[in-house]
């Protein structure tokens, strides 16, 4: 489906969860002087106005970041990547994911990012010059990279799951790539929804992956009988510490309940 368009979305208290362990999971991997490889199957656009039209009618960035920035210390590596963003954009500009993959990582690593929808992936090549950029389906192009050069790394797999058949098909995919990449940390964000349509994925999951750590915070949804009402990060081989990071954030995100 090429409907999905992130800039509705983007800076909301999911985004929060996800971009804030993404930036310490590659901040903590780019301390030993080895290369990294980067993959994400589903990139977006990558940099965002939150003063954009689209941004302001759903108001989720009003709710999410530029609500809790303060959370994050100013040497923190997501604080890093917003101050940035909004240095070299401008001050209501926000980094997706891999706008944040190459803030963090090095010269010697290897940035490799899919996106199918036209206009995004557009928007997204001139986010990111210095990447790798793909056109294309982002499940197949991690079949394709695993195991990657370098061969330390990670993936995130963060697809709109618009398309129900996500729920189903992420378990088969994220099982080969770990088959494939041995040493990679694969992390896979999914929403928490009223609906439980997220159940039956994680379940299968856990059962393939037993010492992933699972990583949920919830939060009041955007607006009245919005679907979303948390957001979870799923991390197969996570980097040491990531448990009592994420453990802080929760917290933070237990203040809004």
């Known amino acids: 489906m090429l409907s999905y368009q992130h800039i509705y979305h983007a800076g909301n208290l999911a985004d929060v969860h996800k971009h804030a362990l993404l930036a310490w999971m590659l901040s903590y991997l780019t ?3 080895k290369p990294l490889s980067y993959i994400e ?57 891999p706008l944040i993959a190459t803030q963090l990582l090095r010269d010697g690593d290897r940035v490799t990012v899919a996106e199918l929808h036209p206009q995004e992936h557009a928007a997204l090549s001139h ?10 389906d982002g499940f197949a192009m991690g079949h394709a990279m695993v195991p990657p050069t370098p061969r330390r790394g990670l993936m995130l797999i963060d697809p709109s799951y618009e398309i129900k058949d996500d729920y189903d098909t992420i378990p088969n995919h994220v099982r080969k790539y770990v088959r494939a990449w041995n040493v990679g940390v694969i992390a896979v964000w999914y929403p928490i929804l009223t609906s439980g349509a997220h159940v039956n994925m994680l379940k299968t999951l856990v059962i393939d992956h037993p010492d992933a750590l699972r990583h949920e915070v919830g939060f009041p949804p955007a607006r009245p009988g919005h679907g ?25 995100f237990d203040q809004l309940k």
């Open 31 to 33: 301390r030993k002087d």
């Open 41 to 97: 199957t589903h990139g977006g656009r990558a940099l965002y106005d939150l003063s954009a039209a689209e941004s302001v009618k759903t108001g989720e960035a009003a709710r999410g970041i530029q609500q809790v920035a303060h959370w994050f210390a100013e040497g923190h590596p997501y604080t890093r990547c917003l101050h940035q963003t909004t240095e070299t954009y401008g001050q209501n500009s926000y980094p997706g994911s």
């Open 127 to 136: 986010a990111l010059p210095l990447a790798q950029v793909r056109q294309t």
């Open 228 to 252: 979303m009402i948390g957001s979870g990060m799923f991390v197969i081989k996570p980097p040491f510490g990531l448990a009592a990071e994420a453990a802080k954030l929760k917290t933070r």
